[in-house]
């Protein structure tokens, strides 16, 4: 079904692995596409309780923008950016579960842009970010501007974009851009830790989490209790909260749904 990408769905647990090795995973139209499309689908199936996103091998998790299909195309920065890059980073965004990146190498320029827009980031040490636009004569884009100064501040992601340097994962965790940097041999395990949590996790609760977090930057304290009111509410009359409140109540490990 898909040519540049691997798809798989186990036991609630869905992953998409990058699968251009012979580019380091670059993003081609295809390839942004098929994200979007398996994202849609891990939207649409209720027994996905949690995503996973990394790229095939050891090298790379995403190298950016394919900039020789760029050129060849002819297509405009406009119109790319908006028919397959702001697609595919609003979708990760939008998916009321949650996404894991794996990074298992390199993520530079919109690739990390990709592994930004995920909600939780654990990384091989050796593995790097980099907003090298600026070293090809552009700005960063596919939602970075959005994300970074939210995570580290305007003075650092001035800094990082307007050089382009190398952020390796031990710096990359110290400063807050990804949650956690791991051996290599140990990337697996920890990213699974995570995976099977989310597995039997509240999932109608921590999507409705993200999708008020994701208005918290640019609203204010009315309006976010407004949302966490009204998303309290739905939450609070589902089979998850119920059971949640029934567990605590009886002092018993609760068993969630996603629902």
Known sequence: MYESILFSKTNGIAKITLNRPQVYHALSAVLMLEITAAIAEVASDDQIRVLIITGEG?????????????????????????????????????LPKPVICRLNGLAVGAGCSLALACDIIVATE????SLLFVQIG?????GATYFLPRLIGMAR???????????????????????????????????DKLANYYQTAPTLAIGAMKKVLNESSHSDLARMQELERINQQILFESHDAREGISAFLEKRKPDFQGK
């Open 126 to 129: 050796e593995a790097y970010l």
């Open 157 to 191: 992601t001035f800094e990082l974009a307007s050089t382009g340097r190398k952020i390796f994962a031990k710096e990359a965790e110290q400063i807050g851009l990804i949650n956690k940097a791991v051996p290599a041999e140990e990337l697996d395990s920890e990213v």
């Open 58 to 94: 050891d090298k790379a998790f995403c190298s950016g923008a394919d900039l020789k299909q760029t050129l060849e195309g002819g297509e405009s920065a406009d119109q790319m950016l908006k028919a397959y890059y702001e697609p595919m980073i609003r979708s990760i965004r939008e």
């Open 138 to 142: 552009l700005m960063p884009d596919a």
